[in-house]
């Protein structure tokens, strides 16, 4: 088994988890499908952090059955992920993937009244598309670290095409909106512990 996740504090709350799991990890965004070599045959749960479209709250854990976006439309193996939304205890959503941070609570019922999707992320339809190409049997989970009730700081421009992260532009965020910053943060580590807690189950 090998663990795709997004680096940074993703990844290290992977790694921190799960020291001896084969943990591979990959850029944010379009940037994901970079993939390095894999292991042939090899399965890959792809694990990370989310915002919820609908009525999730932070922490609640996911497994897509699909994931889509503008130009894609994508169904994930069906037995492979309802084998492990009952290990994990989680709902099967359908997912919706953008090019940025979604920080407002109007964009995201936009988006869900688009795509009827329940979650939002930057990496889901990249990842699908090349694994699938490369025959690699594959299950998405997710981790919602931000929910649809409230507005976040202003960081939808801070990871680029590349997969960076512009940590001056979060900073400058943060500084703009302190409240805001606080929540958020608080947010994201609740949901990055619960990260670790899935990284363990399916690693397992």
């Known amino acids: 088994m090998t663990i795709l996740v997004p680096r940074g504090a993703e990844a290290r709350a992977v790694r921190q988890r799960t020291p001896n799991a084969t943990v591979v990890e990959i850029a944010a965004g379009a940037a994901s499908a970079q993939l390095p070599p894999l292991a042939a045959g090899e399965p890959v749960v792809v694990v990370g952090l989310c915002g919820a479209l609908g009525d999730l709250r932070v922490g609640d854990v996911v497994v897509y059955r699909r994931v889509a976006d503008e130009q894609h439309d994508l169904t994930l193996d069906g037995a492979s992920a ?13 997912a919706w993937c953008v090019d940025h941070v979604v920080t407002t609570v109007a964009e995201r019922r936009a988006l869900a009244a688009r795509s009827a999707a329940s979650v939002v992320d930057m990496e889901g339809t990249h990842l699908a598309a090349v694994l699938a190409q490369r025959g690699i049997p594959f299950a998405i989970v997710r981790v919602v670290s931000d929910d649809a009730a409230r507005d ?31 929540g958020f943060v608080r947010d994201v580590r609740r949901a990055l512990r619960r990260l670790g807690d899935v990284a363990v189950s399916v690693s397992g």
């Open 152 to 182: 976040l700081p202003e960081i939808e421009n801070a990871v680029g095409a590349d997969g960076h992260v512009d940590a001056l532009r979060i900073a400058a965020a943060f500084v703009r909106a302190p409240r805001a910053a606080y």
């Open 82 to 94: 309802e084998a492990l939304a009952a290990t994990l205890h989680a709902p099967l959503v359908d």
